[in-house]
C-alpha cells in the first residue's frame, strides 16, 4: 500500500490529531497535508526544532532531547492540545471526543560528527493507551536524506496506529536494527484520572481506616523508588504505628501529566503490599483537603519548598494561608533529613515559619541517613535496589 494510499485512510477516519516533530519525521506531516481531507485529521502540526522551543512545547527542560520518555512527554503535551482544540470549537464533545497526541523526536546525521548513536523515538497518546516506537540506526550507515525518510515512515506508522488504520509500508531497516515497542494500555479509572473526571485512584491492598486514623501519606516521584524510600516508610510505620501508603501526582507544574507507561511502570516498583495513590494533587493543600488527618511523609527539601513563597507566586500571605488551611485540616508532617547543597540537614537546623514547624516532627541524623536521590540514580545509572542506607 503506498504512502498516499494510507493517508486517504487516515483522513476517512474520525480521529483529530495535533502531531509534533523535532529533529526529524517532519516529511510525515507533509505527506498528510498534501492528500485532500488533512483539515479532518490535524487540528494542528508543531516543529519545536531548537532547545527553547521544545522546552516551551513540554513546559520545561527535558532530561534528554530525544529519548522515548521525552517522546511521550510529547506526545502527552499534543493529546492535551488535540482536546482543547476540539472541544473549543465542539464543547458538547466533552470526554468522548477522538482526539491523539502523535509525536516524533530524532538524532540524525548532521553536518558534524555526533557523539551519541542516531535514533528515533515515535509515540502515541489516546485517552485508552500511550505507545512507543523506538529505532536506534546504524551511526554512519545512511545519509541524511536516507535517515529522514526511515523517520518519516516510523512517524507515520505512529499516525496510522492512532487513527486505528493498518500500516503496511516497509520500514527500510539494516541488518541489526530493530524497532521496539512498548505500550501501555490504560485501566478505566486511570483514563478518568488522566481526563480529570476523578482526582485519585488507588492500587494494591486498601488499609482499614475504620478507626479514624488515616494512614501516613507518602508523596513522591518515585523516579526510581530505591532503598531510602522504603526505609522512610519503614521507620515512619515503626514510629507513628500507622501504615504507609504511597501518593504519585501525575500532575506537575507546568509539565505535562505522566503517561501511562510511566505511571505502569512506577506503580509495578512497589509490592503488591502496599498502597500506591496516582492523583491530579500536584501540591500539599491539594493532598491536605483528599487526606484529611493524614500525616505526610516527607524529605526536609520537600518542606523547604513547602515554606518558600516562590511556590505561592511569591506571595508569602498565600504560603501562610496553605499552611494555615492543611493545619485545619488535620495534617502533620513527619521530615527526614536530606542532603541539601551537600551538607545533610535535618529539621531541627531550618527556618521555616513557626506556624510550618508545628506541625512537624523531625528524625535525627543518627536515627536516618540516606545520601543517594532519585536523580542521581538516573544520572549514573546506578541499581535502585542495590544501594545501600548509610
Not at 551519541?116 to 551511526?139: C, D
Not at 515554606?307 to 496553605?322: F, I, K, Q, S, T
Request: with cysteine.
Amino acid at each position: 500500500m503506498a504512502v498516499e494510499d494510507i493517508v486517504r485512510r487516515i483522513h476517512e477516519t474520525p480521529w483529530q490529531t495535533v502531531l509534533v516533530a523535532a529533529g526529524g519525521g517532519s516529511q510525515a506531516i507533509a505527506d498528510l497535508l498534501k492528500v485532500p481531507g488533512a483539515s479532518r485529521t490535524v487540528l494542528e502540526a508543531r516543529i519545536p526544532y531548537s532547545p527553547a522551543s521544545l522546552q516551551d512545547w513540554l513546559g520545561g527542560p527535558p532530561e534528554h532531547a530525544c529519548s522515548e520518555g521525552t517522546a511521550r512527554a510529547m506526545a502527552m503535551a499534543a493529546f492535551l492540545r488535540a482536546r482543547e482544540l476540539c472541544l473549543s470549537e465542539h464543547p458538547e464533545g466533552g470526554n468522548n471526543v477522538l482526539v491523539a497526541g502523535v509525536s516524533c523526536t530524532a538524532s540524525l546525521a548532521t553536518d558534524r560528527p555526533k557523539k551519541g548513536p542516531h535514533r528515533i523515538h515515535v509515540a502515541v497518546q489516546r485517552v485508552e493507551f500511550t505507545r512507543s516506537y523506538s529505532l536506534v540506526l546504524n551511526k554512519g550507515a545512511r545519509s541524511r536524506g536516507e535517515e529522514e525518510e526511515v523517520a518519516r515512515r516510523l512517524f507515520l506508522q505512529g499516525i496510522a496506529a492512532a487513527c486505528d488504520v493498518q500500516f503496511n509500508e516497509e520500514i527500510p531497516l539494516l541488518t541489526g536494527e530493530s524497532i521496539e515497542h512498548r505500550q501501555a494500555e490504560a485501566p478505566p479509572a486511570w483514563g478518568s484520572l488522566l481526563l480529570g473526571e476523578v482526582d485519585a485512584v488507588s492500587v494494591g491492598v486498601p488499609h482499614d481506616w475504620e478507626k479514624g486514623r488515616p494512614p501516613l501519606i507518602f508523596p513522591g516521584a518515585f523516579n526510581p523508588l530505591h532503598e531510602g524510600h522504603l526505609r522512610m516508610a519503614r521507620l515512619a510505620e515503626a514510629r507513628l504505628g500507622r501504615p504507609v501508603e504511597f501518593e504519585i501526582s501525575i500532575l506537575n507544574v507546568d509539565k505535562p501529566p505522566l503517561d501511562y507507561v510511566e505511571m505502569k511502570h512506577r506503580v509495578e516498583q512497589f509490592s503488591l503490599q502496599e498502597r500506591v495513590w496516582l492523583t491530579r494533587l500536584p501540591t500539599f493543600l491539594e493532598k491536605a483537603r483528599r487526606f484529611p488527618g493524614c500525616t505526610f511523609v516527607v524529605g526536609i527539601d520537600t518542606l523547604l519548598r513547602i515554606a518558600d513563597p516562590r511556590y505561592y507566586r511569591h506571595e508569602p500571605g498565600l504560603r501562610d494561608r496553605a499552611i494555615a488551611e492543611i493545619s485545619q485540616l488535620g495534617c502533620r508532617f513527619l521530615v527526614f533529613g536530606r542532603v541539601v547543597q551537600g551538607r545533610f540537614v535535618t529539621l531541627d537546623e531550618v527556618d521555616i515559619p513557626p506556624q510550618l514547624r508545628a506541625l512537624c516532627e523531625g528524625l535525627r541524623e543518627s536515627e536516618f541517613r540516606h545520601d543517594i536521590s532519585s536523580t542521581e540514580i538516573r544520572r549514573t545509572g546506578q541499581n535502585p535496589t542495590q544501594i545501600p542506607g548509610v
